[in-house]
């Protein structure tokens, strides 16, 4: 069993409150939990209106397939118009 942690750093630069960034979150991660069969949460800059940091945890059986959903997962990141990735890493375990 290999383990992922994502960590994506995110802007949402129409966000002009915590209202509306919760509004583009909240499906963006039940999509990402969806399609990638992954845990998220918010883990940084709560409060800030238009920046989070989200965490993403992946569990699979091969190196191989883990690489391939984090790659996925990040290109459906930036495919995403409503916000940035400024910065990602990962940590596989």
């Given at each position: 069993?290999?383990?992922?942690?994502?960590?994506?750093e995110i802007?949402?630069?129409?966000?002009?409150?915590?209202?509306?960034?919760?509004?583009?979150?909240?499906?963006?991660?039940?999509?990402?939990?969806?399609?990638?069969?992954?845990?998220v949460i918010?883990?940084?800059?709560?409060?800030?209106?238009?920046?989070?940091?989200?965490?993403?945890?992946?569990?699979?059986?091969?190196?191989?397939?883990?690489?391939?959903?984090?790659?996925?997962?990040?290109?459906?990141?930036?495919?995403?118009p409503e916000?940035?990735?400024?910065?990602?890493?990962?940590?596989?375990?």
């Open positions: 069993m290999f383990i992922a942690l994502l960590h994506v802007i949402i630069p129409l966000s002009r409150s915590l209202k509306y960034k919760r509004h583009i979150l909240k499906p963006l991660k039940l999509k990402i939990r969806d399609n990638f069969n992954a845990s918010e883990s940084d800059y709560k409060d800030k209106w238009q920046r989070t940091l989200l965490s993403i945890a992946f569990l699979r059986e091969s190196r191989g397939i883990l690489d391939s959903v984090v790659e996925k997962c990040i290109s459906f990141l930036n495919s995403v916000v940035q990735v400024v910065d990602w890493d990962v940590e596989v375990i």
